[in-house]
């Protein structure tokens, strides 16, 4: 086993003759790419994650040193089998401080010891990064992951390690039938119309979302690097979104932000079309808004020559969202479970 520079490894003799080493850059995004698939195709979740959109991301990241807060594990071909990522952020409603991490192992060095050593290296970490940070011991702080229900590997050691569920969230989809009536058709409400978006508009769009969301679950206020990854996105299609004004005010009153993922779409052979970004403001909510802009996007798509469209919801949202996406025609195809532990002072 080699382990590069200072990294300390809590459990080494789990992954012996394995290679552990710091992220090295640009360099290491098409390896993490093809891992990110390989473990996706593995566990039944769609993914098609492109070396750009890690680029991307990487760019805008808060809260995370990539040169501290990852690991990259290889074997002795120089072969990327895993690699772990945490990062931190702050609810505004409950001021809790949030400590999210993430790994992926490859499928064939599955049940080694890998995965475990892992989570230990990054709860670790995440310990030293609330010290250097000055975040107070006296607030509530979580470890933080999730899992789909069909990552039954990443459960089972998220459970046995004393992870507990908190939350769960809906992968949905709906069909869209080429040549049927198959839409629901639900107006605009009066006093609202639909304009396109011109570049002028992507940060008073963005406010608005931000603004709408402040009082969900989890909210944590986003930083202008969010914003710019946001517009950076490559699947960031303003001509897209639907976005309802109010006409007398002047502003923006809700919208759904679609994409279309063609990546995706080619890898798994679809016409997908995704109606995320869903958001009404506070002031115009229980109006019929969201399902108006939603059965629009709907109707977008299909014109498209998209043959279903998807989306992702918290079941115990707030505003009601499930039920307004499955007065839509979505349901559920995938379940999501959000896991937390408490981090002791």
């Known amino acids: 086993m080699t382990i590069e520079n200072d990294i300390l490894l809590a459990e080494p003799s789990a992954v012996a003759g394995l290679v552990f080493r710091r992220f090295r850059g640009e360099g290491d995004f098409p390896k993490m790419a093809a891992l990110i698939q390989a473990c996706a195709d593995a566990d039944q979740v769609d993914d098609a994650t492109t070396p750009g959109e890690l680029a991307n991301w990487f760019a805008h990241m808060t809260n995370c040193d990539p040169q501290k807060d990852m690991l990259f594990v290889e074997d002795e071909a120089s072969e990327l089998i895993a690699y772990c990522q945490n990062y931190w952020r702050r609810e505004e409603a409950t001021g809790h401080y949030i400590y999210v991490h993430t790994a992926r192992v490859s499928p064939q060095w599955r049940r080694r010891g890998i995965g475990r050593a892992l989570l230990h290296h990054m709860q670790r970490r995440i310990r030293e990064v609330a010290v250097a940070q000055g975040h107070p011991t006296d607030v509530p702080r979580f470890f933080h992951a999730w899992a789909a229900d069909t990552e039954v590997a990443a459960e089972k050691l998220l459970r046995s390690e004393g992870y507990a569920p908190v939350r769960y969230s809906f992968e949905m989809t709906r069909p869209l039938v ?29 406010e608005a979302d931000v603004e709408a969301f402040r009082d969900h679950w989890g909210f944590t206020e986003p930083t202008e690097e969010n914003y710019q990854g946001w517009i950076n996105w490559k699947w960031f299609r303003p001509e897209l979104f639907r976005v309802a004004w109010d006409v007398e005010k002047g502003e923006i009153a809700g919208a759904v932000e679609n994409f279309i993922n063609e990546d995706e779409n080619a890898k798994y052979n679809r016409k997908r079309g995704y109606t995320e970004g869903i958001f009404v403001r506070r002031p115009y909510r229980k109006r019929g808004l969201a399902r108006a802009l939603i059965a629009l996007s709907l109707q977008m798509h299909k014109d498209l020559g998209m ?26 195809v995938k379940r999501y479970t959000t896991y937390r532990k408490a981090i002791e002072p």
Do not use: I, Q, S
Request: charged share 25%.
């Open 307 to 332: 043959t279903e469209a998807a989306l992702g919801v918290d079941t115990e949202n707030l505003t009601g969202a499930l039920r307004v996406y499955e007065a839509c025609g979505f349901r559920a």
């Open 178 to 206: 080429a040549g049927e009536d198959d839409l629901p058709h639900f107006p605009l409400p009066e006093g609202f119309e639909v304009r396109p978006v011109r570049p002028e508009h992507w940060h008073a769009l963005w």
